[in-house]
């Protein structure tokens, strides 16, 4: 069992940074990969990033890259979601979640049925 808990959202400018923290409870945290989700609302869980397990290999959507970087801290059972050059169109609840199995392939991350737990979400909102 893992347990997520995120951190860091709030209300930034256009163009502004944020930075999400996720804490992940249990001795396992590197057994997982690690995913970013958001929802806007009356819109799908949209994919924004993923970490593999060891931290050596990430994954971004087109929206984002460039953008955003996700990093993860195994020693600290923790990982980040830095966020630059945010827009409107970024505003969501942010979520992350693991995966006990892990891929190779941006296609395998997106699909959020893939992941096992889930935070409760951070709301980031962009004003314009």
């Known amino acids: 069992q893992v347990q997520l808990v995120e951190s860091g959202g709030g209300l930034v400018q256009a163009g502004g940074s944020l930075r999400l923290s996720c804490a992940a409870s249990?001795?396992?945290?590197?057994?997982?990969?690690m995913g970013w989700f958001r929802q806007a609302p009356g819109k799908e869980r949209e994919f924004v990033a993923a970490?593999?397990?060891?931290?050596?290999?990430?994954y971004y959507p087109d929206s984002v890259k460039g953008r955003f970087t996700i990093s993860r801290d195994n020693a600290k059972n923790r990982v980040y979601l830095q966020m630059n050059s945010l827009k409107p169109e970024d505003t969501a609840v942010y979520y992350c979640?693991?995966?006990?199995?892990?891929?190779?392939?941006?296609?395998?991350?997106?699909?959020?049925?893939?992941?096992?737990?889930w935070g409760q979400g951070t709301q980031v909102t962009v004003s314009s």
């Open positions: 970490v593999s397990k060891s931290g050596s290999d990430t």
């Open positions: 979640a693991a995966d006990g199995r892990g891929g190779i392939t941006r296609a395998y991350y997106s699909n959020y049925g893939r992941y096992d737990y």
């Open positions: 249990g001795r396992t945290f590197s057994s997982y990969a």
